[in-house]
């Protein structure tokens, strides 16, 4: 009782913390609600990564060439694994000490509403919503990796389930929140769709289309949820129809990226890349298998940094670096998803996919020809579309 009238009283007063816990429950029931009893229809869309700094860019991912009707609305949910060990570097291009972790879990909700103008250009609009906490994987994927025998990435060091988000220069804080949930962008689309390719077996917007984007973002850029200034996209989609219910997208673009004040003194990529491809194969009946890839260029530039490790020579150096995440900021990024879909009459379409995070090299130095990004460690997403 006492809790409940100090709780009516901070609200009152304008306790905006207190306000925006209650708005990301609210927001989060709703939309599990929504994602409940809404009619199944995944969209055209590969995976969203959710990199802790990709996150704060709302970086594109592949789309198909065009849309399946005059309007729509698509919804993204997903829950991600993010574990980030803390690493501290040196730039040598300003005499800078900076640091970096992340360990947390982001589930994430992306709604996007369309309608097309004409047969060949259509305008969208997307929300992009994370909450973070400590979640309840950490014990489980370390498990997992024991059974396995596979690398720990140093998780029996550190508590499970803890949510700690930071970034810092020489010491100062740049992130005024270890652990911020809300809104965090919204991306205003414009498609272009001047070559069709259909086929009347499968209900599919191929061919060749175009995008351009633009993020805009929303709230505090200290909170660690946006960048706080404008990101703009451009990309081109191919679509190829491969018989009975399957088809092939793919996707390559660039964007420029705006300024982040979090990351003003690492030395940033102001130019990021991206290809995407998906391929959907189909099996029987309505159901599907869905083999994707994402690959995303270096947000950091490697060149003026020097890890800042005093067991440098410690035979685990290599599993630190690998758990730091330090190869997801300087290396190019890949994530490979694999899933199922439904195919419902009328058009009608569900996919669940599970995302890993594992290129095709040696960066990690352990002669396995594969190499770890590290964020997130994975992320199982549900999408959905609603045409009318």
Known sequence: MNALLLNSIRLIRGDTHLWRTLLDRFLMTVLGVFLTVSPAHALWSSPRPV????????????????????????????????????????????????????????????????????????????????????????????????????????????????????????????????????????????????????????????????????????????????SGDIDVSGLAHIGVPLGWDSAFLLTTGLTALGRNPTLDDWPRKRVQFMIDGLADLNLWGGFGLILQATSQSPLIDLTPLEIRDPDRSDPLYKEKRLSSGWNSLVLWRVYESIGFRYNFDGGARWTLTFTEDIGINDYDEVDDYVYVNGAPDFLLTTQLQIPF
């Not at 489980?140 to 499970?160: A, G, K, M, Q, W």
């Not at 001047?194 to 805009?216: E, V, Y």
Request: glycine letters at 8%.
């Open 51 to 226: 990199h802790p700094i990709g996150w704060m860019h709302q970086l594109p991912v592949g789309e198909a060439p065009g849309w399946l009707s005059p309007h729509w609305t698509d919804v993204d949910f997903s829950w991600s694994n993010i574990w980030n060990t803390p690493l501290t570097v040196y730039n040598s291009q300003n005499g800078r000490e900076l640091t970096y972790s992340a360990d947390f879990e982001q589930r994430t909700t992306i709604i996007e509403k369309g309608f097309a103008l004409n047969d060949w250009l259509a305008l969208a609009v997307e929300l992009a919503y994370a909450h973070r906490d400590g979640g309840v994987f950490d014990r489980l994927i370390d498990d997992f990796h024991v059974t396995i025998d596979s690398d720990r990435f140093r998780r029996y060091e550190f508590p499970n389930n803890l949510s700690r988000f930071q970034i810092t220069t020489d010491g100062t804080d740049k992130l005024i929140s270890n652990s911020a949930s809300g809104l965090s962008s919204y991306k205003f689309k414009l498609k272009f769709w001047p070559a069709r390719w259909t086929d009347t077996n499968w209900n599919c917007p191929c061919g060749i289309g175009f995008s351009l984007q633009a993020k805009f973002p929303i709230g505090d850029p200290r909170r660690g949820l946006t």
